[in-house]
């Protein structure tokens, strides 16, 4: 096994790869994993070795870490990051510590996020801006049920690379047979995960070993340290998407001046673009961007202008601006991977306040798909999630929202629960690759349709006929019927129009019905025979 990078042969995972051009200037990391891997500690010790920590500050840890350490003697690097008291106490990370430092080659943030299950929605904070994560795993107890949960989480909130750093390796002796038996269990998880990069390194983050350099303890480890590949690890800028501005506040200085300022989330705007307000669908133009430096030609992602708009037309908070020919529509219905972090269990039919960007709506959950095995990561059916639980679920809107797939775009594609009793926030939700993409026609929708089949598919369940059998029957004898339907209207008005609306109000309704007249015949024994003794229609061959 290649001990920098124990990649299984034919794994689709690639490990990390340096820039063949110049480094990115800023990475954006946290580190994860179970409590008391070791986190907080590893990146004290990061910081001291960039020379990150000025000297009254080791001094000041060094008293620290006579008073308050849990290493039993020596420096705790943890202290440089657990800031709050009660941290300081338990010796535990509760709340997203935030620390800045750099090197010759790179400047970066790391989030340090709490290990325990309570705090494991201040994980999802931290790991929702973040281009990288450090998955701590304790090289005496191997992947716990919280390391498989922060790395799934890691996964689903879109970080594609991820570095496995074996943690504690001086309390096994260094031994190289542990890393490569949890190197290999790793691997397998991984299998289940959405991560294109892995590389995996054997540290411990008390005594510095392959932290910034290679550790003579572990001569058997031929790769570079943890600092080296944060250095080099190249993280591809996010794809440039449409153009997606959401309406934060309207603002109206005096009654000559009306703008709409917000966020530029993706895409370039110049003066004269048409543009398209959604969800109302109104169109216009932009007359000017302004700033706080003045007009400009341009705006881009991540900058917060104010629009000035060609038309008086009605735009308010919460609103969605992009361009005239783009398809995005409004929704009422959407399908999301949620986080519950209530401590009540989610169940179906339960109501809330959806926030996503600027826009509010009331939600109730219609349906729970299926939850998700943490352990093993497969999907298992659910009546309920409980606190911490990961589940697909789709929710019915009171008002039309503007939301896209999560991997397209992350502001406009995750949102939050409220409780509307509590205010409590209770789940994270992140828009799935499914979900439908525009406001439902005004038939019933195909999704929808068999969702309501699907609630009556034990009735008629004696029967030798199969229900998509009678499903298939009821599509093919319509798509007959409406053809009959349509030749028989247009020969009595004359109208093509007309004729099509009559055969297009009649489909649906029909094969609704005539689904439901079949499995009542199925369910008769009416002008049946009865069958011969063993004989199963192939059955079981």
Known sequence: MNAAAPILPGSAIAPLRAPAGRPASLLRFLTCGSVDDGKSTLIGRLLFEADAVPEDQLAALDRDSEKLGTLGGGRDYALLVDGLAAEREQGITIDVAYRYFATKKRAFIVADTPGHEQYTRNMATGASTADLAILLIDARKGLLTQTRRHAFIASMLGIR?????????????????????????????????????????????????????????????????????????????????????????VNRPDQDFRGFAGVIHSGTLHPGDAIRVLPSGTKSRIARIVTADGDKDEAIAGEVPTLVLSDEIDVSRGDVITRESDALLARREITARLLWMGEEALKPGAHYVLRLASQQANARLDALHHAIDINGYGIVEAESIAMNGIGLVTLELDRAIVATNYAVNRELGSFILIDRLTNATVALGLIDAGAPRGLPAPEIPTRTLTRLLGRFARWGGGSNEGHKRSIAKAISWRVTGTLDTFLLSYLFTASVKIAAAIGATEVITKIVLYYFHERAWAKSRFGLKDRPAGHTDGAGI
């Open 161 to 249: 690379h991820a570095l496995v750093a074996v943690n504690k390796m001086d309390l096994v002796g260094y031994s190289r047979e542990t890393f490569e038996a949890i190197a290999a269990d790793f691997q397998t998880l991984a299998k289940g995960l959405a991560f294109s990069g892995i590389t995996i390194v054997p540290v411990s983050a008390r005594e510095g070993d392959n932290i910034a350099t290679r550790s003579s303890a572990m001569p058997w480890y031929s790769g570079p340290s943890l600092l080296e590949l944060l250095e080099t690890v190249e993280v591809a800028p996010e794809t440039e998407g449409p153009f997606r501005f959401s309406v934060q506040w």
